[in-house]
C-alpha cells in the first residue's frame, strides 16, 4: 500500500514554529517514526509552501498509483479553491489532517475547501492525526 503525505505552507517549519499549537517535533523526526511503526507502508512525503506545487503534487498521485493520500493543506486549506477542485478531481482519496483543532481557533479556520471531497477530516490530536489517518487507510477496505 502506497499511502503519500503532502503538508503545505509554513509546516516545514514544525518543532520551530508556535510549539505550544504544533507541538516540538520536527515533521521530518515524525516521519522517521511513522516509517518505522507502519513498516508494511510504502510512506512518502512531500512539503511546499507554494500552492501550485501542492496542486502539481496531488495530480502526480495518480501516476504514482498512490492508493491514499493525507493532506494538511496548513493555511491553504481556508483560501485555494484551486486545491479543492484537484482534490475532486483525482481518483485517490485523501484524508485532510490538522494537528490543531481548527474549530478552536480562528473563524477563518472553520472554512475548508478540502473537506467536502475529503475522505474524512481528522483535527486537533496533534501529530498523532497523520498516524491515525494512515491507521484508516491500512485498516478500511
Ligand atoms: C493547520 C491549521 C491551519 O489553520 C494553519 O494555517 C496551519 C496548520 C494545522 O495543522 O493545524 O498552517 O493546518
Redesign the pocket.
Known amino acids: 500500500m502506497k499511502i503519500h503525505i503532502i503538508n ?4 516545514n517549519l514544525l518543532g520551530k514554529r508556535e510549539p505550544e499549537t ?1 507541538g516540538a517535533t520536527s515533521f521530518e523526526d515524525y516521519f522517521n517514526e511513522l516509517q518505522s511503526v507502519f513498516n508494511e507502508v510504502e510512506l512518502s512525503y512531500f512539503q511546499s509552501n507554494v500552492e501550485g506545487e501542492l496542486i502539481n503534487e496531488l495530480h502526480q498521485c495518480l501516476e504514482n498509483k498512490i492508493d491514499s493520500v493525507i493532506l ?4 491553504y ?2 483560501t485555494s479553491i484551486g486545491l479543492g477542485d484537484a482534490v475532486a478531481a483525482i481518483d485517490v482519496p485523501v484524508i485532510e ?4 483543532n ?1 474549530m478552536d ?1 480562528e473563524e477563518f ?1 472553520h472554512v475548508s475547501y478540502i473537506s467536502k471531497y475529503a475522505a474524512g477530516v481528522i ?1 486537533g490530536f496533534g501529530l498523532k492525526g497523520y498516524e491515525l489517518a494512515i491507521y484508516n487507510c491500512t485498516t478500511s477496505k
Open positions: 503545505g505552507p509554513n509546516l504544533y494538511n493543506a496548513g493555511a486549506t481556508h489532517v490538522h494537528i490543531s481548527v481557533r479556520r483535527s
